[in-house]
Antibody
Framework: QLQLQESGPGLVKPSETLSLTCTVSGGSISSSSYYWGWIRQPPGKGLEWIGSIYYSGNTYYNPSLKSRVTISVDTSKNQFSLKLSSVTAADTAVYYC?????????????WGQGTLVTVSS | QSVLTQPPSASGTPGQRVTISCSGSSSNIGSNYLYWYQQLPGTAPKLLIY???QRPSGVPDRFSGSKSGTSASLAISGLRSEDEADYYC???????????FGGGTKLTVL
């Protein structure tokens, strides 16, 4: 059974860079045809797609976040990562990593449990 | 403001049938599959309906999805207390080249 686990600091200071890693188990991140990605959910609010990546490194980003986001993949560690720069309080959210059903235009089928990141000084 | 529009709340009594709507545009629902997620309190969203009307294994057939034009709906029949959750619709948007979500509908079982 595929499992995803987010990890990283739970507290980030304003203007700094948020860094999270998603570790995949029960399957290979290098499997063909699957995209992997990040979604966030501010407390009490809805879901927002951040971006997605293929094992080859091909990426898609939310246009509203694109200037601040970098998603990368490390196939040797079966992990992919998220960096969000110049964070503000508005970036406080539960961050989920997930695997698409197939290509990037298919939905997130598998989700991690999520990790709360708070932006505060 | 979410790109996809859902009612913020819905309710029903046990055994009833409830529907949740989701409206969008030609660049998302009108030209791509629509998906539904169920999010129980404190948990990650769970895929409920994929490709407009398909249920993943393990999802009861009480849940059904439909799509017409730029709108879609999720129907839950035989409502149960454990269906109380937030429900989100989602679709790929060709204009944005990205995923868009509805704002979520909080379903209360009275």
């Amino acid at each position: 059974q595929l499992q995803l686990q987010e990890s990283g600091p739970g507290l980030v200071k304003p203007s700094e860079t948020l860094s999270l890693t998603c570790t995949v188990s029960g399957g290979s991140i290098s499997s063909s045809s699957y995209y992997w990605g990040w979604i966030r959910q501010p407390p009490g609010k809805g879901l927002e797609w951040i971006g997605s990546i293929y094992y080859s490194g091909n990426t898609y980003y939310n246009p509203s976040l694109k200037s601040r986001v970098t998603i990368s993949v490390d196939t040797s560690k079966n992990q992919f990562s998220l960096k969000l720069s110049s964070v503000t309080a508005a970036d406080t959210a539960v961050y989920y990593c997930g695997r698409h059903l197939g290509t990037v235009t298919t939905c997130f089928e598998y989700w991690g449990q999520g990790t709360l990141v708070t932006v505060s000084s | 403001q979410s790109v996809l529009t859902q009612p913020p709340s819905a309710s029903g009594t046990p055994g009833q049938r409830v529907t949740i709507s989701c409206s969008g545009s030609s660049s998302n629902i009108g030209s791509n599959y629509l998906y539904w997620y169920q999010q129980l309190p404190g948990t990650a969203p769970k895929l409920l309906i994929y490709r407009n009307n398909q249920r993943p294994s393990g999802v009861p057939d009480r849940f059904s999805g439909s799509k017409s034009g730029t709108s879609a709906s999720l129907a839950i029949s035989g409502l149960r207390s454990e269906d109380e959750a937030d429900y989100y619709c989602a679709a790929w948007d060709d204009s944005l080249s990205g995923w868009v979500f509805g704002g979520g509908t909080k379903l209360t079982v009275l």
